[in-house]
């Protein structure tokens, strides 16, 4: 594995042109205020109640516990250029994988064409035949899209970004950028008047009118609510967050009914209609009429309404799709076949374990590589193996060899590393970038994203259920 890619250092002392200010300033801080700073963010964050819930975890009462995600003082700096070309790139992914999911569930022409697997689309647990034949406003599926990008050191010393994973469901996290902007500008102003840095600010306003764009064709002044499982669930601070931003109701299920194929919220002045919904919650619990009987989080009825196309769902229905990871591999060829264009993201390089010959190479060189679960997500269900022992190896080659189908492998790309302030002081840690991509009548996006940092040293996994934190993410102006 080569050396990882360091995003503020070049080769020797030299320092990267678009951080050379930042690292004149951070070199005159003396180490005590930076963590008179830290302690200030962290004392911030917790008052506001910024935090994480980790499944699975219990306090000492046995009671589930909330996590206050790690923040990190020194930022990722992205200069012009480079941001410039990976907004292309994420306007042509996105743009493609809601052409992949408005296919797969009209013409399938891409099935036909056999570039897709057709077994891997329609036997997925992902596929909700509920959806064929529905056309949703715009054409688009995936309102919302976080796609995670790393880089990778090349060989000449240079850095390649790689799209790592599509989120297309309920991407979260858009929160904690927001407020890591406003912490950073709160902690360090001069730092602003420094440097010419590109605004996330105004994302909420973004995200409210991608999602009134795509309001039923006959509504002229959409009503839009955002639709959360609840205060138990681990992202419920980013729904609450993002409500109150954008000015709108904060809903859960109970406060939703369906009259006469029309969604309908409860309030003090009598029932209201509601013709957008940003919903955070997953498709089985949406509508127990229709996905699962139990599910007390959903509004019964909601499909039909849908169907109906008298209200709209954000992100639609059966979108996971295309973000399964047995489909990733495909994202390229569905650029081609939809845009005829090369891709300007490149996937990492990909086994799909359910084709033989790349088993019997994954099975071969599990200590060298990273296994996922196709249908796995925030860290879990994945071995990394040159940071497995033994027995984890031996484990995931008995799950592998029961269950190939469910299993991808890729190469262990050793991330970029960005200098992190940690106890011992400043020393470098392994990053990723999830930009969120808003699809609408046009595809948007703030500049940046949410860097994600892994706090352990020598940790590749960024996850906040798996101990990561976050940084401010630096967009500069041309």
């Known amino acids: 594995m080569r050396p990882s890619f360091d995003e503020m250092q ?70 012009a250029h480079e941001w410039a070309e ?36 329609l036997k997925n647990g992902q596929y909700r035949p509920e959806m064929m034949g529905v056309d949703v406003p715009c054409g688009v599926y995936s309102h919302i899209a976080g796609v ?13 970004y790689y799209v790592l994973e599509d989120n297309l469901r309920v991407p979260s996290g858009v929160s904690y950028m927001l407020e890591n902007r406003k912490m950073m500008m709160r902690l360090f102003p001069e730092l602003f008047s420094q ?13 409210l009118d991608t999602l009134r764009a795509v309001a039923p064709a006959a509504v002229n002044d959409p009503t839009v609510v955002l639709l959360t499982p609840g205060m138990y669930n681990s992202a419920y601070f980013e729904h609450a967050f993002l409500a109150q931003q954008m000015g709108v109701e904060l809903v859960e299920g109970q406060d939703l009914f369906v009259r006469d194929n029309f969604v309908y919220m409860r309030t003090t002045q009598g029932p209201k209609r509601v013709d957008v919904i940003y919903r955070r919650l997953d498709d089985d619990f949406l509508d127990p009429l229709a996905f699962r009987s139990d599910s007390t989080l959903g509004c019964a009825g909601l499909l039909g309404a849908y169907r109906s196309g008298n209200v709209t769902l954000a992100n639609a229905i059966g979108t996971g799709i295309a973000d399964d990871k047995s489909i990733y591999p495909y994202v390229p060829k569905m650029i081609e076949f939809y845009l005829g264009e090369k891709p300007i993201l490149n996937n990492v390089p990909t086994y799909l374990c359910r084709e033989s010959e790349d088993l019997k190479y994954v099975l071969g060189h599990l200590d060298e590589l990273v296994v996922k679960e196709v249908h796995g997500a925030g860290g879990y269900g994945m071995l990394v193996g040159p940071a497995a022992t033994q027995a984890e190896i031996a484990d995931f080659r008995r799950a592998l060899q029961a269950n190939p189908a469910g299993y991808i492998a890729q190469p262990t790309l050793s991330l970029s590393t960005c200098p992190t302030f940690v106890e011992t002081g400043i020393a470098p840690r392994h990053i990723d970038l999830r930009p969120f991509v808003l699809s609408g009548k ?23 259920s798996q101990g990561g934190g976050t940084k401010d993410t630096w967009v500069l102006e041309a």
């Open 10 to 79: 070049a080769s020797g002392d030299a320092v990267r042109e678009h951080y050379r200010g930042y690292q004149r300033w951070l070199a005159e801080q003396p180490p005590d205020v930076m963590h008179a700073r830290r302690e200030e963010a962290e004392m911030i964050f917790r008052r506001v109640g910024i935090t994480f819930a980790v499944y699975g975890a219990k306090d000492e009462n046995g009671s589930g516990t909330e996590r206050l995600i790690p923040f990190d003082l020194i930022p990722r700096v992205i200069p």
């Open 86 to 121: 990976m907004e292309k790139g994420l306007r042509q992914r996105v743009t493609a994988l809601n052409r992949f999911v408005h296919d797969v569930y009209h013409e399938q022409e891409i099935l036909r064409a056999g570039l897709v697997p057709t077994e891997q689309v």
């Open 148 to 160: 995670d990008i790393v880089r990778a050191a090349n060989a000449d010393g240079s850095g390649s």
């Open 195 to 207: 440097h010419r840095v590109e605004p996330v600010a105004h994302y909420p306003d973004l995200l």
């Open 442 to 464: 046009t595809v948007q996006m703030v500049a940046g994203g949410l860097t994600r940092v892994a706090l352990k040293e020598g940790s590749l996994v960024v996850n906040s």
